[in-house]
């Protein structure tokens, strides 16, 4: 069952739903908790040009919600938080600083008054995007942070609640985010790969040691959400990703 099978079989206690239009950020997976009395609203998006995953996490009861990494189409992005009657976004979360990931954060920013979420070891480098690289990718410089975390921390939105996991190595703060049986990777795994360590402050050893330490460490049938469309699936899981990820093996 080391397959899409197994995976699936994994979001045994959630509903899947598959949306794809051309003219607003392609919704590849939608999921509502199902079991007990949890009112989490979970919504994985395509943005941009660069096969960025964005996130959408949401509380139903509260209304309140939250992006990871939304680098474009803001405004079909808030289309979809009213859909499911998230009436605040409350934060902006980045996964790490590069400019693919960051990119949306003004406008976000401007459209809803959330607060950019990132960890500390990425903060100096958020407004610091040089201006060639702003130029390649059109991009728009993020505002600086209001709120910066470190391993351990806790982000809330209702009654969900996120833990920050320092992944460092493809970034010197690059966060994983872990919630009830589901980790948002960012990247630093992806499905059936990892990151980049060829940047300015990247590390292979560091990154692998995240991955070991930190990610596989996770139980297996922890959903793996990755920060790109560069696999065979949209998600993977922990126990698939240490036994068949070519650069990680568990």
């Known amino acids: 069952m080391d397959s899409v099978e197994h995976i699936l079989k994994s979001l045994n206690n959630f509903v899947k739903k598959k949306i794809c239009r051309s003219d607003q950020p392609s919704i590849i997976l939608i999921l ?9 609203i979970v919504k994985q998006f ?31 992005l808030l289309k979809e938080a009213k859909k499911n009657g998230l009436n605040e976004i409350k934060y902006i979360v980045n996964t790490h600083c590069h400019v693919d990931h960051i990119m949306g954060n003004a406008e976000m920013k401007r459209k809803t008054g959330a607060k950019i979420v990132i960890h500390e070891g990425d903060a100096p480098y958020l407004t610091r ?4 690289l702003l130029m390649m990718f059109s991009a728009t410089p993020s ?5 910066l975390v470190k391993d351990g921390d806790l982000i809330r ?6 833990k920050v996991l320092h992944t ?9 985010l872990y919630v009830d049986g589901m980790v948002f990777t960012g990247d630093t795994l992806f499905v059936g790969s990892v990151g980049r360590t060829d940047f300015p402050g990247s ?20 959903i793996v959400f990755p920060g790109h469309n560069y696999g065979s699936s949209p998600t993977s899981t ?6 068949h990820n070519p650069f990680v093996r568990g």
């Open 32 to 40: 509502k908790a199902l079991n007990s009395e949890e009112t989490m």
């Open 46 to 76: 395509e943005v941009g040009s660069f096969s960025v995953f964005c996130y959408l996490i949401g509380d139903e009861e509260t209304k309140e919600g939250l992006f990871i990494d939304p680098s474009d189409h803001a405004d079909e």
């Open 129 to 132: 995007t040089p201006p060639d």
């Open 143 to 147: 505002p600086p942070a209001d709120v």
């Open 157 to 162: 939105v209702g009654n969900v609640v996120l």
């Open 168 to 176: 460092p190595g493809h970034s010197p703060g690059g966060m994983s």
């Open 203 to 222: 590390s292979w050893d560091v990154m692998e040691a995240s991955i070991r330490k930190k990610l596989y460490t996770l139980p297996g049938d922890t």
């Open 238 to 243: 922990i126990q698939y990703e240490r036994r």
